[in-house]
């Protein structure tokens, strides 16, 4: 029987996530995000980006023991096809760093215990077969041109290819056919794979969503599979070894182009749940290697069919990992304003107490209070962390910067706020803060006043 969890886990959302408009400015803060994600884990990256290049000279090298000498260009030019799959683990490191979590290269691999890892690996598999018959339309392509005829040597190849009638065609169909691949693959794996590593969605929905982004925004996204095209290209003129430098940066860039791409979740991102073991002894083998042999261990069925199926969001965070990840999707609400999806956030009869501003309760007087602030506050950038987590209370810090649309002057604040946690949104909102022009030195004092 298939399983169809891996088309569309099962309690997962069916509807698609909203996409949104993004432009040339938001391409350029994806970058500079990823590369300081690079630079803030150096060696994490480079360790994993080493592989890269290793399997590059593997192939390279491969190349003239065998008769493949005429696939050197496509097997080149089909690293890219893989290579959003090859960089999860840099989306789970950028991921984890924007949530304030402890990073080290180990971290890269906990994908494994991610819910959608079948999906993801499904995803992976489509990818190595669109490599598999790009291979084999080249050698199509190639033979068609040149025909099957004995082994060539490298230089010779090279000359026939640069100055033959036939070499110009095998040019020209060759990258045509290539740009059509690429095409392809950049629709379907650009958002599918941070996506997966996120949310707790199949791979349909996934590839969905990654070819509406890329529909939605035509300009924005062609520009950007230009400029990785362009980077790859140059990471591997030097026997490949600046992929150690461009996949990672890449990889980073990748995950922030993501967030703004996609309307973040306001619940909580699924996390990895073991299945407990029985405690077993030798007498039960085999018997304990597939079932517990305790009576103790063993719940009856009517009781398993009892609890509850708590769904996320439903509740509060109970880790400081989850609250963390509330506060992250939280903050991504503010980069652009989400109006309906920050109200949504909080319960019907929220209480609100923002600093000097009066106490208010209620969501509609929470919706006119961010309409207002949206308003004014443009370009904002924000960032929230997360700092304590006392039953359902949490407390966070935040520092942001943005344009005030009445004066035009570059605007920055700080502070410090708690929420009072309710069935999984923020029933009450107390805020103590400061802000000022970016020109002026804060005034820590007036805040803590």
Known sequence: ?????????????????????????????????????FWAMPTHVIFL????????????????????IPLLYPLAAGFPLVGPLAAIGLYELSRR???????????????????????????????????????????????????????????????????????????????????????????LSVVSFPLLLDRNVGVSVAIATSIRAVLHNPVAMTLWAVFV?????????????????????????????????IEPDSSPRPEYQPKPRGRHYGADFPVALFMPTSPAERKPAAMESAEPDHKAGDRNPQTIEEARAFVGHVEALFMPWNVEALVD?????????????????????????????????????????????????MTNIWDGE?????TGRRMRGFGVEVWTMRDGKIAIWEASFNTGPVDQPADVAKMLG
């Not at 501003?357 to 924000?382: D, I, N």
């Not at 943005?402 to 009445?406: F, H, K, R, T």
Request: glycine residues 10%.
């Open 229 to 261: 095209a362009g980077l790859l290209v140059i990471g591997s003129l030097p026997f490949f070894l600046g992929l150690a430098i461009v996949v990672p940066v890449l990889g980073h860039s990748t995950w922030h182009l993501y967030r703004k791409l």
């Open 49 to 68: 980006g080493l592989i890269y290049p290793v399997i590059g000279l593997v192939l390279f090298r491969a190349m003239f023991g065998y008769d493949l």
């Open 97 to 187: 760093r924007e949530l304030g979590l402890d990073t080290s290269w180990k971290h890269a691999v906990d994908i494994v215990h991610s819910p959608s890892l079948q999906s993801i690996a499904a995803l992976g598999f489509l990818l190595l077969v669109l490599v598999g018959v790009w291979l084999a339309v080249a050698q199509a392509i190639y033979e068609a041109n040149f025909g099957s005829d004995e082994p060539l040597k490298l230089m010779d190849f090279v000359q026939r290819v640069l100055t033959t009638p036939e070499g110009y065609k095998l040019i020209i169909v060759g990258n045509a056919v290539g740009f059509l691949f690429a095409a392809l693959a950049f629709c």
């Open 1 to 37: 029987m298939a399983n169809t969890d891996i088309i569309l886990p099962t309690g997962a959302t069916r509807e698609l996530p909203a996409v949104r408009s993004i432009g040339v400015r938001d391409l350029r803060d994806a970058l500079a995000m990823g590369l300081q994600d």
């Open 402 to 406: 943005w344009e005030d649309a009445g």
């Open 345 to 393: 956030g909080f319960t019907e009869d929220c209480v609100v107490r923002f600093g000097t501003v009066p106490e208010f309760r209620g969501r509609e007087a929470l919706r006119q209070f961010f309409l207002a602030r949206s308003a004014r506050q443009k370009g904002y950038r924000l960032r929230k962390q997360c700092r304590g987590l006392m039953n359902d209370v």
